[in-house]
């Protein structure tokens, strides 16, 4: 008996490219705050914020171009907790391609003390290209309508270290120099002189301690026109002391999410109540399987709750047909328990001392199915991280080898 696998659930690949704010001046800083729904004025925020398509939480793509591009993206290997995936901003071949992706403020200068951000260049037209932190300011002060001494201070990684492409980098941009995109002086001590991409540099001191009335105006990654061709990665953008976590969705595994109307925040499943979600979390799949052409036994026990501890979230594989033999235990480091559907993935990598397969992440699928048909079970393996944990977690491009169940049944519950 043959069974074709469709995928259970996805994640939507949302391309935003709009052409939304140019921030220029002062109509344009209050333009932004106004119409990113902020108050023009200094407010405390939590530590980390989880950003996600469906929840920006105050990002604009504001001045991105025709030719530019801003998407979250799937990234397993991005930094922070939690850790799906990243901002992705792309140039095409045009120079006038630009894409950027900005947050209002309205911070004095002088409390700012934290400026970070994690980069990841894939690939550039400049070898050492990558996405710049920005942070437009008002270097002479600014009321709820105006903005004296306009200008954005530019950070770029590769004037103040190496890129390195493939690699997530950390930047401390609080302790680096920057250059500014125009000229200002208010005749006294605050004069800062128009760089247009490289000096004359400042640093933030020096900039704090010449401008004491300036005003940060927003912050935010960018890259520029004339840069085309650039495939780039931004994550964790710390702005004095909050860091902004970008996530292309947010993986329920913990039950600590669901409180404090932490339920309320997912739409891929949504629930009515926190119990709901609790009850979600909490689900698990099991099953001692028999498989046939070739002969196989899996042994499993997975739950969502990645906390779990015990024998949960483990493996045991045989494969009898398999030359010489080959047989193994697994820890799941990634799993999709729906006890609604009855159907679950779960993620484990085959353990060193079995040469041409150690490495290789295998992704199962099990369903439980009433009656008296048979349950479902099947699984496909490949080298690639990103891609097995984009099939466990969205089941997107996912289409496993099917195999007949011989003996056991899958059990699911929640």
Same mark, same amino acid.
């Given at each position: 008996?043959?069974?074709?696998?469709?995928?259970?659930?996805?994640?939507?690949?949302?391309?935003?490219?709009?052409?939304?704010?140019?921030?220029?001046?002062?109509?344009?800083?209050?333009?932004?705050?106004?119409?990113?729904?902020?108050?023009?004025?200094?407010?405390?925020?939590?530590?980390?914020?989880?950003?996600?398509?469906?929840?920006?939480?105050?990002?604009?793509?504001?001045? #991105?171009?025709?030719? *530019?591009?801003?998407?979250? =993206?799937?990234? $397993?290997?991005?930094? !922070? @907790?939690?850790?799906? +995936?990243?901002?992705?901003?792309?140039?095409?071949?045009?120079?006038?391609?630009?894409?950027?992706?900005?947050?209002?403020?309205?911070?004095?200068?002088?409390?700012?003390?934290?400026?970070?951000?994690?980069?990841?260049?894939?690939?550039?037209?400049?070898?050492?290209?990558?996405?710049?932190?920005?942070?437009?300011?008002?270097?002479?002060?600014?009321?709820? #309508?105006?903005?004296? *001494?306009?200008?954005?201070? =530019?950070?770029? $990684?590769?004037?103040? !270290? @190496?890129?390195?492409? +493939?690699?997530?980098?950390?930047?401390?941009?609080?302790?680096?120099?920057?250059?500014?995109?125009?000229?200002?002086?208010?005749?006294?001590?605050?004069?800062?002189?128009?760089?247009?991409?490289?000096?004359?540099?400042?640093?933030?001191?020096?900039?704090?301690?010449?401008?004491?009335?300036?005003?940060?105006?927003?912050?935010?990654?960018?890259?520029?026109?004339?840069?085309?061709?650039?495939?780039?990665?931004?994550?964790?953008?710390?702005?004095?002391?909050? @860091?902004?976590?970008?996530?292309?969705?947010?993986?329920?595994?913990?039950?600590?999410?669901?409180?404090?109307?932490?339920?309320?925040?997912?739409?891929?499943?949504?629930?009515?109540?926190?119990?709901?979600?609790?009850?979600?979390?909490?689900?698990?799949?099991?099953?001692?399987?028999?498989?046939?052409?070739?002969?196989?036994?899996?042994?499993?026990?997975?739950?969502?709750?990645?906390?779990?501890?015990?024998?949960?979230?483990?493996?045991?594989?045989?494969?009898?047909?398999?030359?010489?033999?080959?047989?193994?235990?697994?820890?799941?480091?990634?799993?999709?328990?729906?006890?609604?559907?009855?159907?679950?993935?779960?993620?484990?990598?085959?353990?060193?001392?079995?040469?041409?397969?150690?490495?290789?992440?295998?992704?199962?699928?099990?369903?439980?199915?009433?009656?008296?048909?048979?349950?479902?079970?099947?699984?496909?393996?490949?080298?690639?991280?990103?891609?097995?944990?984009?099939?466990?977690?969205?089941?997107?491009?996912?289409?496993?080898?099917?195999?007949?169940?011989?003996?056991?049944?899958?059990?699911?519950?929640?």
């Amino acid at each position: 008996m043959r069974y074709i696998y469709n995928n259970l659930t996805g994640v939507r690949k949302i391309r935003t490219k709009v052409r939304a704010l140019t921030i220029g001046g002062a109509a344009g800083i209050v333009a932004l705050a106004t119409a990113i729904g902020l108050p023009f004025a200094a407010h405390a925020a939590p530590t980390q914020v989880v950003v996600t398509p469906s929840n920006t939480q105050g990002w604009s793509t504001s001045d #991105t171009r025709p030719g *530019g591009a801003v998407n979250y =993206v799937a990234d $397993p290997t991005a930094p !922070g @907790t939690p850790h799906t +995936g990243a901002l992705q901003l792309t140039t095409d071949a045009t120079t006038t391609s630009k894409a950027q992706y900005m947050h209002a403020s309205s911070t004095p200068l002088s409390q700012v003390t934290e400026l970070s951000y994690a980069t990841k260049q894939n690939s550039a037209s400049f070898a050492q290209g990558d996405a710049s932190y920005q942070v437009p300011v008002c270097l002479g002060g600014a009321t709820s #309508t105006t903005c004296t *001494g306009f200008t954005t201070l =530019v950070y770029e $990684p590769y004037e103040n !270290g @190496t890129v390195t492409a +493939g690699n997530w980098q950390t930047w401390d941009v609080a302790a680096g120099q920057f250059w500014s995109s125009r000229s200002y002086t208010d005749g006294a001590n605050c004069t800062v002189g128009a760089g247009g991409g490289g000096a004359p540099f400042y640093t933030l001191a020096d900039l704090k301690a010449a401008c004491p009335s300036a005003v940060v105006a927003g912050f935010g990654v960018n890259i520029g026109s004339n840069n085309p061709s650039y495939d780039v990665e931004a994550d964790l953008v710390n702005f004095n002391g909050t @860091t902004y976590n970008f996530e292309p969705y947010v993986v329920l595994n913990n039950k600590e999410q669901c409180f404090h109307d932490g339920y309320k925040t997912f739409t891929n499943p949504s629930f009515k109540n926190q119990g709901q979600c609790v009850r979600w979390v909490e689900a698990h799949a099991n099953g001692n399987l028999h498989l046939a052409n070739p002969s196989q036994q899996i042994t499993f026990n997975v739950t969502n709750d990645v906390t779990k501890e015990g024998n949960h979230n483990t493996v045991s594989y045989t494969n009898f047909d398999y030359p010489g033999g080959l047989s193994y235990q697994a820890n799941v480091t990634c799993s999709y328990v729906n006890p609604e559907t009855k159907e679950a993935r779960f993620m484990f990598q085959i353990p060193d001392g079995h040469p041409g397969l150690s490495g290789l992440y295998v992704v199962a699928y099990a369903k439980e199915v009433r009656g008296a048909q048979p349950d479902l079970y099947g699984h496909a393996a490949t080298a690639d991280l990103a891609t097995a944990t984009q099939w466990c977690q969205t089941g997107t491009g996912f289409s496993p080898t099917m195999y007949t169940i011989t003996q056991g049944r899958v059990e699911i519950e929640g």
